[in-house]
């Protein structure tokens, strides 16, 4: 009888043990999937490279279980081993990291080779530093003004706008690629160039050199842009287009 009982004792450690003598593996398929996340992503398989990181702190937290189970256990060897692989997972996700976000600004942006600008297309010039500018601003035009400067690196601008009486509010660019319409830097260049418009009741300045970025595309490569001026009412929420211009950009390298 005692031999029986010692024999299932020694098989249900056996079954508890089954992690612990195999933590090993754990690090392995961890450092697997740190090695395929970034892949995952960079070739927009979002779906994959989910599922890869849940996976990813999952055996995290095993291991670290694992780890205070043999330290109780004072398994010496196999917590230090636990804790080497926890520690070795993260280092190598944070460095392939490091390396995806190095690599990956370093590539071109083709969209402004892959966007020329139309043969015979007109296209205005942002203005250069602090070139002067003539504006009326007295109250008696009635016409409304946008006008863009180059910051101190391509694909940085700032922006101005004289407008007529406007309703309380807030008014933002929208930029668009003109031969096949596409929308720039849509969920940055809004918050970037939005001014605040309140108790604006003749024309004037609503903008004054105010800054945005548009990212796609390289530093030389031009393309034309749709500049749109657009206001937001404060009371009703209604957004209206004031003005458009079409002017030659170019991207941000970053």
């Known amino acids: 009888m005692e031999n029986v009982n010692e024999n299932r004792l020694k ?6 043990n089954f992690f612990v003598k195999f933590w090993w593996v754990f690090p392995i398929v961890n ?18 490279s989910s599922a890869l990181f849940i996976v990813f702190i999952v055996l995290l937290v095993i291991q670290g279980i694992i780890f205070i189970y043999c330290l109780c256990k004072k398994e010496w060897w196999r917590s230090v081993g636990a804790a080497i692989g926890v520690l070795v997972c ?12 190095i690599t990956s600004s370093l590539q071109p942006d083709p969209f402004g080779k892959e966007h020329p600008i139309p043969e015979g297309m007109e296209c205005e010039i942002p ?22 400067w180059n910051d101190f690196q391509g694909g940085l601008y700032q922006y101005s706008f004289y407008y007529p009486e ?11 690629e003109v031969t096949e319409n596409i929308e720039l830097s849509p969920s940055r260049l809004r918050k970037a160039s939005t001014v605040k418009v309140i108790g604006h009741n003749g024309f004037g300045s609503i903008a004054d050199k105010q800054h945005f970025t548009i990212y796609e595309g390289d530093w030389g490569d031009y393309y034309a842009a749709r500049i749109e001026v657009w206001h937001k009412n ?9 003005l458009e211009k079409i002017y030659r950009v170019e991207g941000w390298m970053r």
């Open 127 to 148: 203005l250069e530093g602090n070139a002067p500018v003539e504006v009326s601003v007295d109250g008696i035009s009635e016409k409304a003004y946008l006008l863009l």
């Open 11 to 16: 098989q249900e450690c056996r079954k508890k």
């Open 90 to 101: 993260f280092i190598a996700f944070y460095f392939i990291s490091f390396i995806y976000l």
């Open 166 to 176: 406007l309703p309380d509010g807030e008014v933002f660019l929208r930029c668009f």
């Open 31 to 48: 450092l697997i999937c740190a090695l395929l996340i970034i892949p995952a992503a960079n070739h927009k398989l979002w779906g994959l």
């Open 234 to 242: 404060a009371r009703t929420g209604e957004e209206t287009k004031l």
